[in-house]
């Protein structure tokens, strides 16, 4: 058990730049989930997958948010034309594909910094 | 829509004593989850303790506990023998039955005192 992993930890980028964050959860772990949290407050519900399937997304995750896992196992989160108010922690977590209430491994986050 | 309320920003205690995170949540539904998580300084989100409603005992882990009250919709974290170590921002967080995501409170930020 390797954990859940995310790339980078930190990014920092100019206003109207995109980026791109990756996550690799736990292997054998069907569900992904992404999460935004900004410095004092809980983490925000972004989307959720389960294997390559993406089954929710918030009304935070606007037209410029895009999350794939295309082969059911790494993730990919893209924010294209960044704005300032995209700065937060951006976390990933995933869950093992057996009954609900099943708790989420966390990964460490990517801060990012829009300038 | 589910919420969780954490009406205590901060809070402190001297170690080796004993401290109760206060967390009430809204939900409709008869069955679901309730998670206590834990966000030290190094931003790593970990699990304290779980909950399922339909279990009407308090559940435990070491020196943590919980004071579950299902009809007052009221879950709180009580951490006996504070330690140092458990300086932290803490989360409550609730799961619907069918599973999915987590709704996260604001968080309480800890202090764990010498």
């Known amino acids: 058990d390797t954990g859940v992993s995310q790339n980078p930890r930190h990014k920092i980028t100019k206003r109207g730049q995109n980026v791109t964050f990756r996550c690799d959860p736990i292997s054998e772990h069907n569900r992904l989930y992404w999460y935004r949290q900004t410095l004092g407050q809980g983490p925000e519900f972004l989307t959720y997958?389960?294997?390559?399937?993406?089954?929710?997304k918030s009304r935070l995750l606007s037209d410029r948010f895009s999350a794939e896992r295309p082969k059911g196992s790494f993730s990919t989160l893209e924010i294209q034309r960044t704005e300032q108010g995209d700065s937060a922690m951006y976390l990933c977590a995933s869950s093992p594909p057996v009954r609900a209430g099943e708790k989420l491994f966390f990964g460490s986050g990517t801060q990012l910094s829009v300038l | 829509a589910q919420t969780v309320t954490q009406s205590q920003p901060e809070m402190s205690v001297q170690e080796a004593e004993t401290v109760t995170l206060s967390c009430t949540y809204d939900?409709?539904?008869?069955?679901?989850?309730l998670f206590w998580y834990k966000q030290p300084p190094s931003r790593q989100m970990i699990l304290v303790i779980r909950?399922?409603?339909?279990?009407?005992q308090n559940a435990t882990e070491n020196r943590f506990s919980v004071n579950f009250q299902k009809a007052a919709k009221s879950f709180s974290l009580k951490i006996s023998d504070s330690q140092l170590g458990d300086t932290a921002m803490y989360f409550c967080a609730f799961m619907n039955n069918q599973g999915g995501k987590l709704i996260f409170g604001q968080g309480t930020e800890l202090s764990v005192k010498p």
């Open positions: 909950q399922e409603a339909y279990k009407q």
């Open positions: 997958f389960q294997n390559e399937a993406q089954l929710e």
């Open positions: 939900t409709s539904e008869n069955n679901y989850y």
